[in-house]
């Protein structure tokens, strides 16, 4: 599974977004190379996300937000063509799940927003963050800001919600596009880093509850 290539499921050109890029010579561009080549490895997943020994956790989970959004980018901007206003005109994970949209300009209160504008907005946002050289620096020597573990547990837990959205309302997409075992492996990876370094709260996690006891999980 870890050797299916993105290239082969995903077409690069629907990534929703610009895939954000580590600076080759830098501390988090070697940790990223370090972390795809245990992940290709074919090394079991709880221990592909454990901080390599003398590493910093505050960079291993910035590597990690980051990997982790151009990922889930990749798969909703493959999926977006069947993800509509009309298709899903309320952001949720089944009957059972609403999410609204909040952010500190725009939308001050819990808005509800269709799928697609959520996803834009959520998209747009996280963006914005990983940008900003105030939340994650990648200057040698500038340090973390102390929310830092803060805003990445909010980042993380609203992409989370995309892997809801998708495998509850788009699941058959996925498996007509060949995409399952990629999908799979993409959440599973995701699931077991949050979990590793406790970065969501266990009751966002229960729309997907039952899968992950279908893992083992």
């Not at 709880?46 to 590493?55: D, M, R, S, T």
């Not at 989370?160 to 995409?179: C, E, K, L, Q, T």
């Amino acid at each position: 599974v870890m050797a299916l290539c993105l290239k082969q499921v995903f077409n690069k050109d629907k990534t929703f977004r610009p895939r954000k890029k580590f600076e080759p010579g830098t501390q988090r561009f070697e940790l990223y190379k370090k972390a795809q080549a245990s992940l290709k490895s074919g090394l079991d997943l709880k221990a592909v996300v454990q901080l390599p020994p003398g590493e910093s956790i505050n960079d291993w989970i910035a590597v990690h937000v980051v990997d982790f959004f151009n990922r889930i980018n990749l798969i909703y901007g493959t999926m977006s063509e069947y993800c509509t206003e009309r298709s899903c005109p309320i952001m949720s994970g089944g009957l059972k799940y609403e999410y609204r949209w909040q952010d500190d300009s725009k939308y001050k209160k819990p808005t509800k927003l269709s799928a697609p504008q959520y996803m834009c907005m959520l998209m747009d946002w996280i963006e914005m963050l990983i940008n900003n050289e105030d939340i994650f620096p990648t200057r040698i020597g500038v340090p973390f800001p102390r929310q830092f573990q803060q805003v990445c547990t909010k980042i993380l837990t609203r992409l989370f919600r995309v892997f809801v959205h998708v495998y509850i309302h788009h699941f058959d997409s996925i498996i007509n596009m060949g995409a399952e075992a990629h999908v799979n492996t993409c959440y599973k990876h995701f699931y077991y880093f949050i979990r590793e370094f406790s970065l969501i709260d266990h009751r966002e996690l229960e729309p997907l509850v039952r899968m992950l006891q279908g893992w083992g999980g």
